[in-house]
């Protein structure tokens, strides 16, 4: 998957700023696509030169003027045209992982450290995710046929993080008994 098409599947409810759809990315889309702001960024600017999205500036008062991206509907062909295309598992790149393979170079207790750090990050980001679910689609019954989709999303991103506790969990306990 391209950034492109994350970007253009977020362009696709509503027109958004470069800085919306950053912060966005940090609380909703990181759990399963990262980019930075830098890379966004470009990323916008490439998809315009492209036609895939156009962007509509407006002025503020004491700042610089900030971008409104559409999608068009080359955009959309394009994101349709990716979306009918087969998938693959994306592989895992992990440091906890390569630490935890190699543990026993280190002491058990900086190990737990960073096991239960990781634990407590996956704890925060789970419950965040959860207010989210409660706070945009509880309230919104019933929902229209784009939140549902975007909640499939949502409840992964959920999924993924409780996986993470009980992995650490599980990974705590098992290393204390070492």
Not at 10 to 23: A, F, N, Q, T, W
Request: with cysteine; hydrophobic share 35%; net charge negative.
């Amino acid at each position: 998957m391209a950034l492109a098409h994350t970007l253009l599947s977020m362009l696709l409810v509503e027109p958004r700023s470069g800085y919306d759809i950053s912060k966005e990315f940090d609380e909703y889309v990181d759990c399963f696509w990262s980019a930075t702001p830098q890379q966004i960024y470009r990323e916008l600017g490439k998809m315009e030169d492209q036609g895939w999205i156009v962007a509509e500036t407006i002025p503020q008062e004491g700042r610089p003027d900030k971008k409104l991206y559409s999608i068009q509907e080359s955009g959309k062909r394009v994101l349709v045209q990716w979306m009918s295309e087969p998938t693959e598992p994306t592989p895992i790149r992990e440091d906890l992982m390569v630490k935890v393979k190699a543990g026993y170079l280190i002491s058990k207790n900086s190990l737990l450290r960073e096991l239960d750090r990781r634990k407590k990050v996956h704890q925060k980001m789970h419950a965040f995710l959860c207010e989210t679910e409660e706070q945009e689609f509880k309230a919104q019954e019933p929902l229209p046929i784009e939140m549902k989709f975007y909640q499939l999303t949502l409840r992964r991103g959920i999924r993924y993080q409780q996986e993470w506790v009980e992995w650490c969990e599980e990974a705590i306990e098992a290393i204390e008994r070492f």
